[in-house]
């Protein structure tokens, strides 16, 4: 096994071989290793460095240095939703009344309403603690397993901290050093020794807000401010300090009017939860918190044998852990970390559908975070009839829309008018609810939430598509995200490659929903739309174009062009000739162009798309300059180039969360996929083991990464070669497994299959498995096939490559 090798993970031959012994999927490594911690010495300066913290609903970074620590506070329920210029400005200005005629008049006719500090996500200020004279904070440390942060001084003292996974509060265990004062900073306020920060892609200042200044109060040991804000939706956050000996515990809580009573209000909610902290104790309350992040990590592990890679993927998938729960808002651009540098948020700190929202919700599903997921989901699902009325009102169509950028409660923001008010943004979003439904193979979910959300997102779309004089079904006006920037050339000729693509796939996904359903005209109608469409606008040497005219022609940020390839399986290695010499032009145009105008995103995404089409050295390229040159101290995604080694022209420091999550797909997509080569079709997909791992990674292995059709699945690889595999049915029917293993000898132990419900049909092998059952699998050379199969005890019977 390589060096980060799973904790106590059994091998398909040891687990044949020991009558007792568990099997692979059973023996998950349930914690990361201590190797995988996140480490910094002080001091931390900036907030964006810091240590996050989080359940969901409330974050916390830590950082500070000298003897003064900060914690950094948040609640992803932060809202200012005013909005700038006319109240429901869309409904005054549809997109039906917009025309290339008039376009040219005015070519961002939506940007306006985008300016202006409001709506925004909000800071709330942070926690200061100030230790005893003499301490000089250390070092600071994330522990994955427990995820608590620590911090050291100098002269030994300790300070724990974490953010309660199961209750809306935070707790502070100081050891070994006094803490001199605890005090509340409201958001936008200075305090000593806090040192201000630009703020790039932000609304502006807090003081912009017009807020009055916030009121404070305390009590014995307890302070506390109360932020109001506009419409009568106020904010509160209190601390609590309770001594013991040489021991410091601090409580925070924060709360807003919206989940305050009559018979009790926001104050004193947040007071008595500071109250109940302190009576539980920091070891009660870690207890119950740590039983909860094991239960998390216990869902999927890697093990990969380079450790900057393997860290950056344990921490980015902590932050599922830390930044999205069921029943809480999903996270925006920053997650449940909002700036703390006296401005407002970059980008507002919003819901961007063009691709922020989607990359961040696209990686928990082959982890197995599925409340990580459902957090967004639920949030869509939530807003459905302010999206009819948004489809209604702007469109003129039935069904929903989500807005390209939007707020807390759904309202559009505008922006760059070409993107932010596109209609194909929501066909991402409802491939986000086909994906959750195919990895989880849950028909209660697809026949209640899945299709019924997705449907109307088709009926919008087809209420907007007319028959050209090709006969070819388009949109009245198209574009290609983020492609021209804000300009009248980001006016492309109807259907954009993107637009294309984004419906294509959202009609043949529609298909297969129907299909599981036994709804046939339902079926029938989607695949016409689909075909209707026509193909993808190509150059005579294949290269993906914008749309039938125009080429990509300058190095750009976002793969809108090719999104067909990934993350929609529409163009494929398993394709024609025609799609594979599609994706090498394609690739060799990308290439040619440069990197210049990437972002750290863009490097997370290519590693996806690279290893989608099988190139392994490309994908391990990719994430690793994303890895090393795209992030912050603590590993938070920043979009411009830090390593000074000219990645890209882009330079700047704004934090956003999509690059952490597009990073671990890219690792997932390298160690397992299951897309279809036929969209469409139901329960099409195919398994591939180690389809795109780079020749250094020699030595790999995962436990319990989820497929498409439900399935979990662990595999084993050493010196170069796939040693061994399991899997477990999460659906009942074929489960096809592409045979990449080189020649060698399968070795099957089947659990609740028939000897001849295993075949091989082209390059895959056809395996139909009941909910459930259970196949491990030992790949043994042929020239050792007599003393490993001896070795491994009998097998039921062999199978070897067709």
Known sequence: MPSHALHDTIRPGDAMAADNAATPAEAINAVPAAADNLRLDAPLSSWEDAI???????????????????????????????????????????????????????????????????PTKLPSGRLELQLADGQVLDTFEL??????????????????????????????????????????????????????????????????????????????????YVQDGVDGFSYCACVAVQEQGRETLVAVAMTTSAEASPEVDLLQLAKDRCTSALAAGYEETLNTHAAWWAEFWAQSAISLPEQMLQRNYQFNRYLYGAGSRKNAPPMPLQGVWTADNGGLPPWKGDYHNDLNTQLTYGAYQQAGHWEAGESYLDFLWDLTPVFEDFARDFYGTQGLSSPGVMTLSGQPLGGWSHYAMSPTMSAWNAHLFYLHWRYTKDNTFLTERAYPWVSEVGQCLEDLLTVNDDGVLVLPLSSSPEAF??????????????????????????????????????????????????????????????????????????????????????????????D?????????????????????????????????????E??????????????????????????????????????????????????????????SPTPGVLDSEVIRLFPAVPNSWADASFNDLRTEGGHRVCAWRENGTTIGFSVIAGSDGAIRIRDNFGGNELLFDVDGVRKDGIQKQGQDFVLMLQAGAKVTVTIVEKSLEGTASGEAGEPEFALSRG
């Open 618 to 675: 490309e994908a391990a390229r990719h994430v690793g300059v994303y890895a090393e040159a795209f992030v912050s101290r603590n590993g938070f995604h920043i979009n411009g180039d830090q390593s000074g080694k000219g990645y890209s022209g882009f330079t700047y420091r704004p934090f956003t969360l999509e690059g952490n999550f597009a990073a671990m797909q890219a690792i997932q997509e390298m160690l397992l996929q299951s897309w």
């Open 485 to 578: 920037d804000n300009t009248l050339q980001a006016w492309l000729k109807p259907n954009s490659n993107y637009d294309l693509m984004s419906l294509k796939m959202l009609f043949l996904a529609l298909a297969e929903m129907a299909q599981a359903q036994s709804l046939g005209a339902d079926r029938l109608k989607w695949l016409a739309l689909s075909a209707q469409l026509g193909d993808f606008h190509a150059a005579d040497g294949g290269e993906l174009l914008l749309d039938a005219d125009t080429a990509l022609e300058e190095s750009h940020r976002h793969l809108s062009n090719i999104i067909g390839i990934h993350p929609f399986n529409l163009i494929t290695v398993d394709g024609s000739e025609t």
């Open 143 to 224: 522990d994955l397993a427990t995820a608590q942060g620590l911090a050291t001084t100098k002269s030994g003292a300790t300070i724990h901290s974490l953010v309660s996974a199961a209750d809306p509060v935070a707790l502070i265990k100081v050891k070994g050093s006094p803490v001199l004062k605890a005090v509340l900073v409201p958001a936008g306020e200075s305090s000593e020794g806090a040192e201000s920060f630009s703020n790039t892609h932000s609304g502006g200042a807090v003081a912009a807000l017009g807020y009055p200044a916030a009121a404070r109060g305390s009590a014995g040991t307890m302070n506390w």
């Open 52 to 118: 996050p913290l989080g359940n969901g609903l409330m974050g916390a970074l830590v950082w500070g240095e000298g003897k003064q620590l900060r914690f950094s506070l948040d609640r992803g329920d932060l809202w200012d939703e005013r909005t700038h210029g006319e109240p429901e400005w869309w409904k005054k200005h549809p997109w039906g009344t917009l025309t290339m005629d008039n376009i040219h008049q005015n070519p961002d006719p939506w940007g306006k309403y985008y300016n202006g500090a409001t």
């Open 580 to 616: 594979r010499q599609r994706i090498e032009a394609s690739l060799k145009a990308w290439d040619a162009l440069g990197t210049a105008h990437w972002t750290g995103y863009t490097w997370a995404w290519m590693g996806c798309l690279r290893a989608r089409v099988g190139d392994g």
